[in-house]
């Protein structure tokens, strides 16, 4: 292709985020141009990163109404029925039960890659949509009525809109000129799964411990993803461990919760900096997901948020008028409590001082005893039909061919 190509609305990143709104726009008649650095067969057919996502029933709600659920297979999908959070080597934690909501699960637990797979297919089974895989874009000029890309592969695509889903180091968003704020935890995250003999009885656990925090989520059977953040060199070391004595390592900062331990997949490292882009929204220009808001996963709220934008967005662009500005104001009213309280919780569970370690049992406790703090925590897992966004991708009509 080296000439024009017009699209309703162009999108930059195959990501999830990207493609749930490329399928959402797509039924909504829009011809989607979807522009991706890596390989089709990279996004066709990801690999296991080791992120374990923990959606929300909204988040489902909404891969539902896209027909990207329905691809991930059953025994992929894994229930959270509880949540404890415990602190240093107190004995006191905070539990989030799921038989206090009248839902069968807090939210269920799906491999990122799976995800991703799936919300491919879906996308790919549509018509009306081009997909360019292996570009990279040289060139962006934002005018009152479209938007041209260029890509290094020779072509120049016009759009009515430019949707920008290239992750949180957007590199869209700094050729747009749009700052972004960064918080560096100065620590990394490592994934991976791990068997164990003892079950986990479908709750999660998160273990505020000195100069670590630990995570056990449950996954089907006796396995659970593993989740240690700790310092670079520490994460580089547990990853490079033989198996056998990262094992022990495991079993041993665990004390035994679990029983033995065993691991049962590969193991992947991620810097943990938190992004949060100084616009969501410029002329034509819109961003979703990550490359709006990157959150530290502690909370597990990135996806959920990142389906959000892409459904607030997509509700925006229903309207005879649309004004990015209104999106801009609805998504930033939903992100930046979530970015702000997320990352004061990571600034309190991972300070090591006494009075921090104070600070946080007290905090364990207060929130154990308020019943609505746990109450607005339990419904913002389990609600799936709030005023506003989460319905629209569910409700969007079929393709109009
Ligand atoms: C360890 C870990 C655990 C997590 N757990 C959870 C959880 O439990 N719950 C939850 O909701 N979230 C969780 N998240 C967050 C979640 O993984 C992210 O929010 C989500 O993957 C972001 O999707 P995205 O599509 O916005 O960006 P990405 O997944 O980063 O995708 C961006 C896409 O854009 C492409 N791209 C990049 N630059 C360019 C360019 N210049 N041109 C073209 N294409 C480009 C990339 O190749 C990629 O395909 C976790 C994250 C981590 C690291």
């Not at 990801?46 to 992120?51: S, W, Y």
């Not at 934690?93 to 797979?117: E, M, S, W």
């Not at 998160?206 to 240690?228: M, R, Y």
Request: net charge positive; hydrophobic share 40%; proline share 4%.
């Amino acid at each position: 292709m080296t000439d024009a190509s017009n699209f309703d609305a162009i999108i930059i990143g195959a990501g999830p985020a990207g493609l749930c709104l490329a399928i959402g726009l797509v039924r909504y008649g829009y011809r989607i141009g979807l522009i991706e650095r890596q390989s089709e067969r990279a996004i066709a057919e990801p690999g296991f990163d080791g992120r374990e996502i923990a959606l929300t029933h909204r988040s489902i709600h909404i891969l539902q109404g896209l027909g990207v659920w329905p691809r991930i297979a059953p025994h992929e999908i894994a229930p959270l029925k509880r949540a404890a959070v415990m602190t240093g080597r107190s004995a006191h934690h905070l539990l989030f039960d799921q038989r206090d909501t009248k839902c069968a699960a807090l939210g269920y637990l799906v491999p990122n890659h799976l995800i991703r797979k799936a919300a491919f297919e879906a996308f790919a089974a549509q018509t009306g949509v081009s997909f360019l895989p292996d570009r990279q874009l040289i060139g962006l000029e934002v005018g009152a009525d479209a938007v041209i890309v260029r890509t290094a592969q020779g072509e120049t695509l016009r759009g009515r809109w430019l949707i920008v889903a290239d992750g949180r180091f957007s590199e869209t968003r700094r050729a747009l000129g749009i700052a972004a704020d960064m918080l560096d935890f100065g620590k990394s995250m490592l994934v991976c799964r791990m068997r164990h003999r003892a079950s986990h009885a479908e709750t999660a656990r998160e273990w505020f411990k000195d100069q670590s925090t630990l995570a056990l989520l449950p996954l089907n059977g006796t396995e659970s993803s593993a989740v240690i953040t700790a310092s670079a060199a520490q994460t580089q070391r547990l990853q490079s461990m033989d198996p056998a004595g990262f094992n022990r390592e495991l079993e041993g900062r665990w004390e035994g919760v679990l029983g033995s331990m065993e691991l049962s997949s590969t193991r992947h490292v991620y810097p943990l900096v938190a992004t949060y882009s100084r616009r969501f929204a410029d002329r034509r220009c819109a961003l979703i997901g990550d490359s709006a808001v990157g959150m530290h996963p502690v909370t597990a709220h990135g996806f959920n948020l990142g389906l959000q934008s892409g459904s607030s967005l997509l509700r925006e662009l229903q309207c005879a008028s649309p004004r990015l500005s209104r999106y801009e104001a609805i998504h930033g009213r939903t992100a930046r409590p979530m970015y702000l309280a997320t990352n004061a919780v990571v600034r309190l569970y991972t300070d090591t001082r006494p009075a921090a370690q104070v600070l946080r049992m007290a905090g364990l406790h207060l929130a154990n005893r308020l019943r609505p703090f746990k109450k607005i925590v339990l419904s913002s897992l389990t609600e799936f039909d709030p005023s506003y966004g989460a319905d629209a991708m569910h409700t969007i009509p079929q393709r109009m061919d």
